[in-house]
């Protein structure tokens, strides 16, 4: 089946700057190319992807945009849009947003998980992400799950303003505790205006990793939210702490044997296609 990766890192360390991944030593440094992307891909049938900023200096939010933006107007490459670091707690947001505007670019994403818990609630970051919805883009959440009141808090006070959250809102599978995700989870998916992408999971499990140790996960995210308001991610390569893209691929197609394909292709496309206007 044809899929569209709603949910691309690429990083270049002689062109930007990512201070995260310094304690990381599996992306420490290292590049991860749209070629090395496009091996590991092979078969998988992904058709396009998304590429999702990967968090860089400040100083380099705005290059990265047009960076990737630019790549973006290739057919050849496969990225059918970006998605593009913003700082919406800046009073100046309103000349962010329009020096970023691009047509390949589809929405803005501000990691939250690295902030304060109640780091969104401030006025002007409220503002301006109804700017965004209003600006017809999206906005990714990604957050912890103790986190996820602050961030259904803000939904609601954005209501123009489509959201996805990513990768199921942080399970921390390798502990199994879920219970508190679980509720969250239920929660938080009562907002008509709120996506869930199915991304980047396998690198929050440890150990023997089966469809077993995700399919909870799985299976709760499609319950609370819907087949009309999920989508498919690769986190590619963060997906690799644990596993690889093709491990990653081949555990979720186990999880969804028995679904329909009308179910499948709302997930791996349709409503890719819908939410992030591509």
Not at 252 to 257: F, G, N, P
Request: hydrophobic share 40%; proline share 5%.
């Amino acid at each position: 089946m044809d899929r569209i990766d709603t949910h691309l890192h690429l990083i270049d360390p002689a062109r930007f700057a990512y201070d995260w991944t310094a304690g990381i030593p599996a992306l420490a440094g290292r590049e991860f190319s749209l070629r090395d992307y496009h091996e590991a891909a092979e078969g998988l049938g992904i058709r396009e992807a998304i590429f999702m900023e990967v968090d860089v200096a400040e100083k380099d939010l705005f290059s990265e945009a047009a960076w990737f933006c630019k790549l973006a107007e290739d057919p050849a490459n496969r990225l059918c849009g970006v998605v593009a670091a913003c700082r919406p707690e800046n009073p100046d947001f309103e000349a962010q947003l329009e020096r970023l505007a691009h047509p390949k670019l589809l929405g803005f994403r501000r990691v939250l998980h690295t902030q304060a818990d109640d780091f969104s609630t401030h006025p002007v970051f409220r503002e301006n992400v109804r700017r965004i919805g209003h600006a017809g883009l999206s906005y990714d959440l990604c957050m912890l799950p103790r986190q996820l009141h602050h961030g259904a808090a803000l939904v609601d006070a954005c209501p123009d303003t489509p959201f996805i959250l990513d990768h199921c809102g942080v399970p921390d599978i390798a502990s199994g505790d879920l219970a508190s995700w679980h509720e969250a989870i239920r929660e938080i998916s009562k907002r008509p205006n709120l996506h869930c992408k199915i991304s980047g999971i396998i690198a929050y499990a440890a150990g023997e990793i089966t469809a077993a140790t995700l399919r909870p996960v799985v299976e709760h995210v499609i319950d609370c939210f819907g087949w009309d308001r999920v989508l498919w991610g690769s986190d590619w390569p963060v997906c690799n702490l644990t596993r690889d893209l093709g491990t990653w691929s081949r555990l979720l197609d186990e999880i969804l044997a028995g679904c329909s394909a009308d179910e499948l292709a709302l997930l791996y496309e349709e409503n890719a296609r819908r939410v992030y206007r591509i």
